[in-house]
């Protein structure tokens, strides 16, 4: 996992298909924008626009992936996310290829703070569990990028 703030991008040495998703960022209008599937390039890269308020983590589920890398930045609003190594965490719903994740209990929970101007990226060895309250429900504007794991 990679937690950092937007203005912080250029310290990493991201491979390409991670660039253009910060060039497409950089390039639309994410906060007026419909919320929905951008295509980018096709499965290999698309962006997922979504708009939600933060909810209590007792009905959270931690997901992993297999075939995509999550890269999420915040638009609007702060969550909670918890984060695990999915190694050390065990299946509560198989993996659906189809639909690209698996649900796992996880005994243990790390939780950090995102908010607007940052962005995390989660490998298939990371689990997630965003749309977490922090201290009080609010609406969250954030964009979701899919970056193929090849």
Same mark, same amino acid.
């Given at each position: 996992?990679? &937690? @950092?703030?937007?203005?912080? #991008? ?14 497409? =960022? ?17 499965? /290999? &890269? +698309? $962006? ?8 209590? /983590?007792?009905?959270? !589920? ?6 995509? !890398?999550?890269?999420?930045?915040? #638009? ?8 695990? &190594?999915?190694?050390? /965490? ?7 290829? @189809?639909?690209?994740? $698996?649900?796992? @209990?996880?005994?243990?929970?790390? =939780? +950090?703070?995102?908010? $607007?101007?940052?962005?995390?990226? +989660? ?9 977490? !309250?922090?201290? /009080? ?9 899919? #970056? $193929?794991?090849?």
């Amino acid at each position: 996992m990679i &937690l @950092d703030t937007i203005q912080n #991008i250029n310290h990493y040495a991201f491979t390409s298909i991670f660039n253009k998703a910060f060039q497409w =960022l950089r390039q639309n209008d994410v906060e007026h924008m419909a919320t929905g599937k951008y295509l980018i390039e096709g499965e /290999q &890269l +698309f $962006a997922m626009v979504n708009e939600y308020e933060t909810s209590d /983590q007792n009905i959270g !589920i931690r997901e992993g992936h297999i075939k995509y !890398i999550d890269l999420q930045v915040m #638009i609007s609003g702060t969550e909670q996310v918890a984060w695990e &190594l999915k190694s050390r /965490q065990t299946v509560s719903t198989p993996y659906d290829p @189809d639909r690209d994740y $698996a649900f796992f @209990d996880a005994a243990e929970q790390n =939780l +950090f703070k995102f908010e $607007a101007g940052m962005f995390a990226v +989660f490998y298939p060895h990371d689990l997630h569990m965003p749309n977490l !309250i922090h201290r /009080q429900s609010q609406a969250v504007r954030k964009v979701v990028f899919k #970056i $193929a794991n090849i």
